[in-house]
């Protein structure tokens, strides 16, 4: 029988599309390089051609990740409008959105060990997502007087914690089932409360 999947075109990004498909079915631990050049319609010896091992194979995946990623967040920021609170809002929503929309990217990207350092492309991408929350942050905050300011990067941290953890426990998988309440919902509390600690917004907001 012929193999499906791969036809003489870029045979990394087939690769790559195979994994993605993979970690969202086992995780970033439950498949081989073998499994991978299956799916993909190629020998196994194949995709030794372009990637050392599942580890590099598997940062690619993250890079891209990281990519649509950033591009997403960038569109939601949208620099800044209609105001620094509308435009904070939407990249966590953003957040959300993006780890719906690609599951096997955002396991690459923060539940397989993959270090973002592991490649210079993958750390630029990496870099370039976080910039996008940092400069809304920097943003936001520049209501709050200097001395009582935290720095932008602890700022969206905290944020970025934030929504982490409600992606895990409420926007994927069987443990969302378990709560009342929206992610959307529990993004936009916690965010106001943070926010409200700071003194960025009012208490009657």
């Not at 195979?18 to 086992?26: E, K, P, R, S, V």
């Not at 929309?101 to 870099?127: D, N, S």
């Not at 709560?179 to 208490?203: C, K, N, Q, W």
Request: hydrophobic letters at 45%; proline letters at 7%.
């Amino acid at each position: 029988m012929p193999k499906q999947g791969y036809h003489h075109g870029n045979l990394r990004q087939a690769l790559v599309e195979a994994t993605l498909d993979l970690i969202a079915t086992h995780g970033p631990q439950g498949f081989t390089m073998a499994e991978a050049a299956k799916r993909a319609g190629v020998s196994a010896a194949a995709p030794y051609r372009h990637f050392d091992g599942r580890e590099d194979l598997i940062a690619e995946v993250a890079r891209q990740g990281y990519e649509l990623f950033a591009d997403l967040l960038e569109y939601a920021y949208d620099e800044g409008r209609p105001s620094p609170l509308a435009a904070f809002s939407a990249v966590g929503r953003a957040y959300l959105a993006f780890a719906r929309k690609h599951p096997g990217h955002y396991i690459a990207m923060f539940e397989a060990g993959v270090e973002p350092g592991a490649t210079r492309a993958l750390a630029q991408a990496a870099e370039r997502a976080e910039r996008v929350i940092t400069r809304a942050a920097e943003a936001l905050s520049a209501r709050i007087p200097a001395d009582r300011r935290p720095p932008p990067a602890m700022f969206a941290a905290h944020v970025w914690a934030m929504s982490h953890g409600i992606v895990e426990l409420y926007a994927r998988g069987k443990p969302g089932a378990r709560s009342p309440y929206t992610p959307e919902d529990l993004l936009e509390t916690g965010v106001g409360i943070y926010l409200r600690g700071l003194g960025v917004i009012d208490m009657d907001c």
